[in-house]
């Protein structure tokens, strides 16, 4: 039987040391200027407790040749010691890496497995289903039928039946489209069916200002707004619209917001728009 590598050690060499001689630690601390939990670590071979390899070496000479070991010996079984460590750390990393490998082709087993079941499962449902079998053989049954009265009625070949039936649908469809074409034209010139165009205006005031909105008809609205009163207006348009006081009101056309500035007299803050588009100038009510 091997002998156990541990026994080779710094820990397991400083501890038999130290119990020969009958130290204690809190002596040997105070001797050493070593932390008590240093030496105990030192003597576990848990070295995660100090800075680093150069520390830890320091450390087992100081301590080895208080207790009148080689510290060269010591020193040697610590390199010894990491790299078992080293060796250790590098066959649990291939032990995991084995493992995720393993998951993973049982993963991709079951996977398949699943996939295989579920055509397995689907392929016999359709087989022991009369209906689809029977439906399946008839429109085949009858797709030949009339493929063999084709033929000899015409006498030609199926391929070229089939190029005919083809055309003949093609036919049909551009028929089919030039009438909608003129159903579609008719409406269209039917005034009463055209779709107009229906425009939203939305003012809203912070205080109270004069207000005029009207179309080429009539007109809509003249009056003092309140402030925090709103005007809505619907219709075809377009539409002239005179602000006393531009700076307190705000317009919507369509939810959208409309730039009142450039259309806003700088020395009388009157502001004068014709929505959707156009001139004040150009705008009149018709007679």
């Known amino acids: 039987m091997s002998k156990d590598p541990r026994v080779t050690y710094p820990g397991h060499l400083l501890k038999e040391a130290r119990k020969k001689k009958r130290r204690r630690y809190r002596k040997l601390s105070s001797e050493l200027g070593i932390p008590e939990k240093y030496l105990i670590a030192l003597e576990e071979d848990n070295y995660s407790l100090m800075a680093g390899p150069t520390y830890v070496k320091g450390y087992l000479r100081a301590y080895s040749k208080k207790l009148d070991l080689d510290p060269e010996i010591i020193l040697k079984a610590y390199e010894r ?3 078992d460590q080293r060796k250790e750390t590098k066959q649990e990393k291939k032990e995991e890496k084995l493992k995720k490998s393993y998951k993973l082709i049982y993963l991709i087993a079951i996977f398949i497995v699943v996939i295989l079941t579920f055509v397995i499962v689907y392929k016999t449902l359709s087989e022991d289903n009369p209906e689809t ?22 006498t030609v070949n199926p391929v070229f039946f089939e190029e005919a039936v083809f055309q003949d649908e093609l036919v049909f469809e551009q028929e089919n489209r030039k009438q909608k074409n003129i159903l579609l034209s008719e409406e269209i010139e039917d005034p009463s069916k055209i779709i107009k165009i229906l425009n939203i205006i939305k003012l809203s005031f912070q205080d109270d200002c004069w207000v005029e909105i009207m179309d080429r008809n009539s007109v809509l609205e003249y ?13 075809e348009g377009p539409f002239k619209i005179i602000i006393g006081d531009s700076r307190i009101a705000q317009v919507l056309f369509n939810n959208e917001q409309v730039d009142l500035l450039s259309t806003t007299n700088p020395n009388t803050n009157v502001s004068c728009l014709v929505l959707p588009t156009g001139k004040c100038s150009e705008f009149t009510l018709s007679n």
């Not at 079998?133 to 015409?154: C, G, V, Y």
């Not at 009056?223 to 207006?233: D, T, Y």
């Open 133 to 154: 079998r029977i439906s399946s053989e008839s429109t085949n049954d009858i797709f030949l039928e009339k493929i063999e009265e084709a033929s000899k009625e015409k």
């Open 223 to 235: 009056k003092l707004a309140k402030a925090g009163n709103s005007i809505e207006i619907k219709g």
């Open 81 to 83: 010691y990491l790299r």
